[in-house]
């Protein structure tokens, strides 16, 4: 049998060392031996001994405080002893090692995967309050991989100056940064007849570290979608 299908680039790449790796652009391969998190509904494919197991948020404290923020991870354990792999959406992958001392602050939609050994808290940022509806993140610190998505090719910047984003496209940030919130669009007589440029805030970095941002908006659940998700969480939780 011929096809372009069967190219090397499409096969399954093995490695010996076990662990997160990029088996393409679009979908993240876990060679797994013990356990690891992933969103729920994210594996595509295994092999092997693998056990999934759904953990709500994280425990009970971080599935309230998710009832209270709207952020956090739908979370499964994969555990055992073979090859995982995940992807959401056809979204890029990309894979951070963090390190002692480092923390990441990121969006809990772009979440695929962490190893075990990373912490993580759902987190107001700061100074963005009320005016920018309350945002919150997911903090990550510890030893270990993390799998990121984003909507097409992010670009990071380098927080060398006043540095502003749009909420929905902030990927994820050097948690160390400071953040707070810019009226982007001036009131004026336009706004007052109706024109308005549709960036009436973002989001404020300064300090040192950097910033992903990816090409993409994405929408929050907002209205009766958010209540009919919450009550469809909680009643999972109940049940």
Request: contains cysteine.
């Amino acid at each position: 049998m011929r096809s372009s299908l069967f190219s090397a680039e499409n096969l399954e790449q093995e490695s010996a060392q076990p662990g997160m790796r990029l088996q393409n652009s679009k979908m993240l391969k876990i060679e797994l031996n013990g356990e690891a998190m992933a969103r729920v509904g994210s594996m595509v494919a295994y092999q092997g001994q693998v056990q999934f197991q759904a953990l709500g948020s994280g425990g009970l404290g971080k599935f309230l405080k998710q009832k209270l923020t709207g952020e956090g991870v739908p979370l499964m354990k994969v555990s055992g002893q073979g090859d995982v792999f995940l992807a959401e959406l056809a979204k890029d992958v990309h894979i951070i090692d963090l390190e002692p001392g480092d923390s990441l602050s990121i969006n809990g939609s772009s979440v695929l995967a962490f190893d075990s050994t990373l912490q993580y808290d759902i987190r107001m940022v700061g100074g963005t309050g009320m005016a920018a509806s309350g945002l919150f993140n997911c903090v990550f610190s510890g030893y270990g991989r993390i799998a990121i998505t984003t909507e097409g090719t992010p670009v990071v910047l380098n927080v060398d100056q006043p540095t502003y984003v749009d909420p929905q496209a902030a990927v994820c940030w050097s948690a160390s940064l400071q953040t707070g919130y810019h009226r982007a669009e001036q009131l004026g007589l336009g706004t007052l007849i109706g024109r308005r440029t549709g960036e009436a805030f973002t989001m404020s970095f300064a300090g040192q570290g950097f910033v992903v941002v990816q090409p993409s908006e994405e929408r929050p659940v907002t209205g009766s979608g958010a209540q009919e998700q919450q009550g469809g969480l909680l009643g999972g939780l109940l049940s």
